[in-house]
């Protein structure tokens, strides 16, 4: 297994940038949303804040969660429950993959905080 590869490796450490910048800024070169899904809405304010926090700090991959090295998902626990959170890469206009992920001109990041019943 040759994993990652360089640009899985790049990936990884933009993904890491994206999901530090939600609490500490983001960096100016990267475009992306972050949304929560209702489940995760539905918890309140406090809750939704503290997930946000918990993405952005999470630091925990393996094979079982990271098979490919990207860090484009994880699990945290907030407040005693389980929340997971998806990175997708998109082109510029949201409707499709990009076509170069390691491109920050042509790849907009898309982060998911949803509970895992809502999967």
Same mark, same amino acid.
């Given at each position: 297994?040759?994993?990652?590869?360089?640009? %899985?490796?790049? =990936? +990884?450490?933009?993904? /890491?940038?994206? *999901?530090?910048? !939600?609490?500490?800024?983001?960096? *100016? &070169? !990267?475009?992306?949303?972050?949304?929560s899904t209702p489940?995760?809405?539905? !918890?309140?304010?406090?809750?939704? %804040?503290?997930? #946000?926090?918990?993405?952005?700090?999470? %630091?925990?991959?393996?094979? +079982?969660n990271d098979p490919?090295?990207? *860090? &484009?998902?994880?699990?945290?626990?907030?407040?005693?429950?389980?929340?997971?959170?998806? =990175?997708?890469? #998109?082109?510029? /206009?949201? /409707?499709?993959?990009?076509?170069?992920?390691?491109?920050?001109a042509q790849t *907009?990041?898309?982060? %998911? =905080?949803?509970?895992?019943?809502? #999967?």
């Amino acid at each position: 297994r040759d994993f990652p590869t360089l640009e %899985t490796d790049l =990936i +990884a450490r933009q993904n /890491d940038a994206f *999901r530090k910048g !939600m609490i500490a800024g983001l960096p *100016r &070169d !990267m475009l992306g949303r972050i949304v929560s899904t209702p489940g995760v809405h539905a !918890m309140g304010r406090d809750f939704e %804040t503290a997930a #946000y926090v918990s993405v952005a700090k999470d %630091t925990v991959f393996s094979e +079982a969660n990271d098979p490919w090295g990207a *860090r &484009d998902f994880g699990a945290v626990i907030v407040n005693g429950t389980k929340v997971w959170w998806k =990175i997708d890469l #998109y082109n510029n /206009d949201f /409707d499709g993959g990009s076509e170069a992920p390691c491109d920050l001109a042509q790849t *907009r990041r898309l982060v %998911t =905080i949803l509970l895992p019943s809502e #999967y």
